[in-house]
Every structure is written in C-alpha cells, then in structure tokens.
C-alpha cells in the first residue's frame, strides 16, 4: 500500500496521480504500486509540485512496517526517535 499526502500543488498534477491512484480526500492518493512504478511517479509528483509540498508513505522492512519521505516544505516534521519514526507539527 502507498500513500501520498500533497499540499498546495497544482491541480494539473493531482489529476495525473489520479490515473494511478485513488484520491479518497483532497489531496489524498492511496494505492497498491510495485517499488519502480511508486519511486518513478514519486520522482514526478516532485518535478512538478511547484512550490508545494508532499509526503510519501510505503511499506518498508523495518520495527514500523513503513517508511516515509517528504519534499517540499510540509506542515509535519519527521522525527527519529530511537529507530521510531514520529511526526511532529509545525
């Protein structure tokens, strides 16, 4: 499963995302992608965001069972809390 959260990006870009992904929510992406179609279509949703901002949330083999990225200047910080990922608000 991936997730992708974007915020202020052009509506142009979340119509793309919608031909591979569900949008539940404004802004809300969730969908089952392989790790190249995911890491390529991220690599695009980045090129084009245009001053906005998004978050990246996949599967991963770790204590949490999931990994997240971010681009852009996002309303949330990743924090490392001992191997924990946390998400504190700006």
Not at 7 to 30: D, I, N, Q, Y
Request: with cysteine; hydrophobic share 50%; proline share 2%.
């Amino acid at each position: 499963m991936v997730v992708i959260i974007l915020e202020k990006v052009p509506a142009s870009l979340r119509g793309e995302l919608t031909r591979w992904m569900l949008e539940p929510k404004t802004g809300v992406f969730v969908g089952t992608l392989s790790a190249m179609v995911r890491d390529k279509l991220w690599e695009k949703v980045c090129a084009a965001m245009n001053g906005g901002a998004g978050m990246l949330i996949h599967h991963a083999n770790n204590e949490q069972g999931f990994a997240i990225r971010f681009w852009g200047a996002t309303s949330r910080w990743v924090l490392d809390y001992e191997g924990l990922t946390l998400i504190r608000v700006r």
